[in-house]
């Protein structure tokens, strides 16, 4: 195992921080004038010199994995991220690999009782509301998430997931591991596929993700007004740009067919979405009677060109811009917007090797893969070529019920056969000899039973320039008798695959609850966290527990409170039976680890504050009484003594 990189990584020396940070904790008790922690002097806490006591630092051995099963020693950090859609769940979480170890949830479309999310006034902001202030929806199906690139790899900034429900593409900010916004895509249903961009497609100086490419499932009429249900001609699927940075949707294509999956090239000019229903069928008898489907490939400097120069429509409230992607309208490649490759046969899947080569579709239906040369597209779009069946480099046979690919950097695919409860490992090169005639060419290098039935997988790196071939996990949608049984809902098996080898060796079986679709597996240098959130990015942080107060406007009562271990900043606060209560509570601890959270008896309230964060929530004084506020969140030897009384005046 290549351990090089630990060195500059500060979280190599893993009893570092942990010492430090143990020591300040037990510095700010005592600072704080807290019960000294009697009877814990074995404990690390106890034992501890004073914070600023330069501790030990015994160097942590690095994570030797791959011989040991991915098990890691207590201790032991793993060595890459991973980034894990939850599915109809609605959240996201990060694992650690190759130990498996669940680290975080990140609440997004759904609502989470442990954070807050979903009912904080900042997290209803990111969200959405109706105008009682409830959250506008509560659920949401994450699929795909995928990070921001620079120069043909992560950048550790971002991360994006959709929601096929509700038509939603959320963002992650990486430095902190939470969602930050929220966009509704206009005028489609069951948004699927995501994929940002790797380059710009026109200036060369910008060599970073600046959009995000959106692929809608389901056709509907447009405009979707119930008027034209019964007409078959209506009904359309779009491909969405929605702007990196802003958020805001930049352009919309009308395509013919649907979208499923998407890919974008490393040279920022093309993005491709793989299609199912070109047959636009409603009923499934329907959508699997044509041999082939497409591939369908978006030129993205042109689309943006026709955007400038006004060559769009809008639908119904929408004011985003549509072009017209369809195949009558694009008929001269030298002018096409887009181009449809025909792929075999209800196509699963769209990814992009790290060469920057190829696109590979999955045939699902059809056993083969598909291999399409991106420098053949573009010479099509040049009118270079004159068919674009001849962008196909190779078609070849994998197994039964082919669906995602993933890379190891040195040329070979793996596949997951989910008919099949395999993995294949294929080279392309020698897939595209033996497609172009050398039946010598054995392009099948390996194959591994899985347990079962896989769906993704991914590879450490894979989408990146620096796929670099370790590890393999692979989503398996049953996991049957894997685990202990626990009922009649099963976690899904998410299984770890050593690749450093010309077989393929399987390591570890993780449960995972339901439902993670695709991940990315990220190295950990890549992704670079901040433990304390800055104070001042909330508006209403107050600086001080001496601000803590109350002010009242009318029935708007709003109560800034400060939380500092082990005390709440006002030990009770009054207000009256029907006030319209505004929390907002500031954590001014500054410690790594530190939260606290705020419980309201029988007001159904309950969120956490991380070191310097300031979040809100917004309730009646529905009953009168008192009411002991207290901290949920496990902070201080005075942990269950951190309380605060709220007097509700009838
Ligand atoms: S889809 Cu789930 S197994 Cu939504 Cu990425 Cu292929
Ligand atoms: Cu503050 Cu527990
Ligand atoms: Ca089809």
């Given at each position: 195992m290549d351990t090089t990189n630990d060195k500059k990584q500060p979280d190599a020396g893993a009893d570092l921080p942990r010492r430090r940070f143990l020591n300040s904790t037990?510095?700010?008790?005592?600072?704080?004038?807290?019960?000294?922690?009697v009877g814990c002097k074995q404990e690390p806490q106890a034992a501890a010199p004073a914070a600023g006591a330069a501790p030990a630092a015994p160097a942590a051995a690095a994570a030797h994995a791959a011989g040991d099963g991915g098990h890691l020693k207590p201790g032991q950090l793993d060595e890459y991220y991973g980034l894990w859609s939850g599915g109809h769940s609605g959240e996201v979480r990060v694992l650690g690999l190759p130990s498996g170890r669940e680290i975080k949830r990140i609440p997004v479309f759904n609502r989470c009782a442990l954070t807050g999310w979903g009912s904080t006034n900042e997290s209803k902001a990111i969200i959405g509301t109706k105008p009682d202030g409830s959250m506008k929806y509560t659920v949401g199906d994450t699929h795909h998430v995928h990070a921001s690139y620079t120069d043909g790899t992560y950048n550790g900034k971002y991360a994006w997931v959709n929601d096929k429900i509700n038509s939603r593409l959320a963002r992650i900010r990486l430095d902190y591991m939470v969602c930050d916004k929220i966009t509704q895509l206009p005028n489609i249903q069951g948004f699927h596929g995501v994929f940002p961009d790797k380059r710009d497609p026109v200036d060369p100086k910008i060599n970073h993700t600046t959009r995000v490419f959106c692929g809608s499932e389901f056709s509907i009429p447009l405009p979707n007004t119930g008027k034209d249900a019964a007409d078959p001609t209506k009904y359309h699927?779009?491909?969405?740009?929605?702007?990196?940075?802003?958020?805001?949707?930049r352009w919309q294509v009308l395509i013919d067919g649907n979208c499923d999956l998407t890919a974008t090239s490393y040279d920022g000019k093309l993005a491709a979405t793989n299609q199912y229903n070109t047959e636009m069928g409603a009923k499934y008898e329907d959508m699997m009677s044509a041999e082939r489907d497409a591939c369908v490939f978006f030129h993205v400097a042109r689309i943006e060109q026709a955007v400038k120069d006004g060559k769009f429509k809008t639908y119904g409230d929408s004011k985003v811009p549509v072009v017209d992607g369809t195949k009558a309208a694009n008929k001269d490649a030298k002018t096409a917007l887009t181009g449809y490759v025909p792929v075999p046969k209800n196509p699963h899947g769209v990814n992009a090797s790290p060469d920057g080569k190829y696109f590979i579709c999955a045939g699902k239906l059809s056993p083969t893969a598909t291999v399409i040369d991106l420098a053949e597209v573009l010479k099509w779009f040049d009118g270079g070529v004159d068919d674009l069946k001849k962008t196909i480099a190779a078609e070849?046979?994998?197994?039964?019920?082919?669906?995602h690919t993933a890379f190891d950097g040195r040329g070979n695919a793996f596949t997951t056969l989910?008919?099949?409860s395999q993995v294949v490992k294929w080279n392309v090169d020698k897939a595209i000899?033996?497609?172009?005639?050398?039946?010598?060419?054995?392009?099948?290098?390996?194959?591994?039973?899985?347990?079962?039935q896989p769906g993704h997988l991914n590879a450490s790196m894979s989408e990146t320039k620096e796929a670099d071939g370790k590890y393999l996990n692979v989503?398996?949608?049953?996991s049957k008798d894997r685990f202990l049984p626990v009922g009649p809902l099963h976690p899904e098996n998410e299984q770890l695959i050593d690749i450093s080898g010309e077989k393929m060796k399987l390591l570890s079986d993780h449960p995972c609850w339901p439902e993670p679709h695709d991940f990315i597996i990220v190295k950990r240098n890549k992704i670079k966290t901040s433990q304390v959130n800055k104070l001042e990015e909330h508006p209403l942080a107050i600086k001080d527990i001496k601000d803590s107060r109350v002010e009242r406007k009318g029935n708007k009562v709003t109560v800034f409170i400060g939380s500092l271990a082990p005390a709440f900043g006002l030990r009770d606060f009054k207000v009256k039976k029907g006030d319209e209560v505004t929390i907002i509570l500031t954590n001014l601890d500054k410690i790594e680890d530190l939260g606290h959270g705020f419980a309201i008896p029988n007001h159904d309230v309950n969120f956490i504050v991380n070191p310097q964060e300031t979040a809100s929530v917004t309730f009646k004084a529905d009953k009168a009484g008192v009411f002991w506020c207290y901290c949920t969140?496990?902070?201080?030897?005075?942990?269950?003594?951190?309380?605060?009384?709220?007097i509700v005046e009838g």
């Open positions: 037990a510095a700010a008790g005592v600072a704080l004038g807290a019960a000294t922690l699927s779009l491909f969405t740009c929605v702007d990196a940075e802003t958020m805001a949707v070849v046979e994998l197994g039964l019920g082919p669906l989910f008919l099949d000899a033996f497609f172009k005639g050398d039946k010598n060419a054995k392009y099948i290098v390996d194959r591994l039973d899985v347990q079962y989503g398996c949608k049953f969140h496990f902070c201080h030897a005075l942990h269950l003594e951190m309380r605060s009384r709220m």
